[in-house]
């Protein structure tokens, strides 16, 4: 499945209700303000702190590893990462933000990896601004984790990104099927999860193929 596609599809589905609530916003009433913000419940918004939370240490991890990975498929794992946590958390900052910069999917791609500074794809949103800054989203294992990887030895550090990036993948994996199981009534984000959810299983699948011929 081409991850573009599916990234496309992710904005999409959020595209159509935050243009509803953009035309209900220009009436100026206040009964359309108050259903604009009563969209996302509860647990809505704590399934989208808790992905953007591990979002942003698979996203961060991944840029050091576009750095730091030795091994090509590794590599090229981390840019898809890179690539599609920058989207996911423009979609989830849409979410929670309906007048932030919609994300349509396109990110600006530099011409070549070059180690020693940051090449991987950099929306310029606020969205990708909020990612840059981990400490603001992050717990202390999330922080441990970015210095675990920024200190590892080259032998060590294909290793110690594919461990992290499994586990880190899991607990991802957990967040969305905790969310689909308390019955929500957001279709909206409802269908958004699901898709991210797809995603997630086919990462974890990748990475375990990707362990085999890491050693």
Known sequence: MDRRLVLVSLAAAVASPVFAQQSN??????SNTAARSGLLGPDEMQHIQQTLQLGTVALETSRIALQKARNENLKQFAQ?????QTTLAQILHTMMD?????????TTQSPSIQ??????????????????????????????MIQKLQQ????????AYLA??????RDLLQ????????????INHVNVVKLARGQIKEHIALLTNIQTIVR
């Open 164 to 169: 992290g990036q499994i586990e880190g993948h």
């Open 175 to 186: 967040v969305q099927e905790r969310y689909l199981s308390s019955n929500p009534q957001n």
């Open 98 to 106: 309906p007048t932030a910069p919609a994300a349509t999917g396109a």
């Open 25 to 30: 916003q220009s009436a100026g009433t206040q």
């Open 115 to 144: 180690t020693g500074s940051s090449t991987s794809s950099t929306p310029t949103t606020a969205a990708s601004s909020a990612t840059r800054a981990p400490d603001s989203v992050l717990d202390t294992k999330g922080r441990e």
């Open 152 to 159: 590892a030895s080259d032998a060590e550090f294909d290793k």
């Open 80 to 84: 898809f990462e890179t690539d599609e």
